[in-house]
T-cell receptor, first 109, second 116 residues
Framework: TQLLEQSPQFLSIQEGENLTVYCNSS?????LQWYRQEPGEGPVLLVT?????EVKKLKRLTFQFGDARKDSSLHITAAQPGDTGLYLC?????????FGQGTELSVKP | NAGVMQNPRHLVRRRGQEARLRCSPM?????VYWYRQLPEEGLKFMVY????????ESGMPKERFSAEFPKEGPSILRIQQVVRGDSAAYFC??????????????FGSGTQLSVL
């Protein structure tokens, strides 16, 4: 069983569309992080959310941490081909970072 | 500042051989984590080490796999008598402190292990 469940697992959209990726858990996390990974490379941190209900914006990306600190979402406005990649949520448990299974996003021009 | 360095980038082994994966953490980082990733999947935690100590190896198979992080030199993930199922990308990450809340992990580019 996956401690962090991401949905959808795959998403293929056209340039200019909006999308939302979800990260859910039955456990409470002190914080959640979102990483982006490109083929052949390691994940790179996009954002960390710490406070329940927190919203953070990074250009066209909006991240939200649920009030109960059990879930998070990533919303991308007007997606571009450069947004293509694997998006991973992660949270600390037992001194290590646990990852969701990822959302593979493909943005077609 | 060099990032997390992993080598080799690609490693091909035949069944039964040994694979040694190396990871040099970022300067000043004493915490190292190893993860394994299969195609189109997230990262599965394997082992967490802090200089000369294994802190958590709960994600690492007890047979054939071992890890070390000596006082001097890189961290090594060693897989003995490799089997086809060991084929995967192995990522190393480092941090200056333990991951408890909000700390960032810095990842290397990974080693792609292929077992023939």
């Amino acid at each position: 069983t996956q401690l962090l469940e991401q949905s959808p697992q795959f998403l293929s959209i056209q340039e200019g569309e909006n999308l939302t990726v979800y990260c859910n858990s039955s456990s409470v996390f002190s914080s959640l992080q979102w990483y982006r990974q490109e083929p052949g490379e390691g994940p790179v941190l996009l954002v960390t959310v710490v406070t329940g209900g927190e919203v953070k914006k990074l250009k066209r990306l909006t991240f939200q941490f649920g009030d109960a600190r059990k879930d998070s979402s990533l919303h991308i406005t007007a997606a571009q081909p450069g947004d293509t990649g694997l998006y991973l949520c992660a949270g600390p448990k037992g001194g290590k970072l646990i990852f969701g299974q990822g959302t593979e996003l493909s943005v077609k021009p | 500042n060099a990032g997390v360095m992993q080598n080799p980038r690609h490693l091909v082994r035949r069944r039964g051989q040994e694979a040694r994966l190396r990871c040099s953490p970022m300067k000043g980082h004493s915490h190292v984590y190893w993860y394994r990733q299969l195609p189109e999947e997230g990262l599965k935690f394997m082992v967490y080490l802090q200089k000369e100590n294994i802190i958590d190896e709960s994600g690492m198979p007890k047979e054939r796999f071992s890890a070390e992080f000596p006082k001097e030199g890189p961290s090594i993930l060693r897989i003995q008598q490799v089997v086809r199922g060991d084929s995967a990308a192995y990522f190393c990450a480092s941090s200056p402190s333990a991951v408890t809340g909000g700390e960032k992990l810095f990842f290397g580019s990974g080693t792609q292990l292929s077992v023939l």
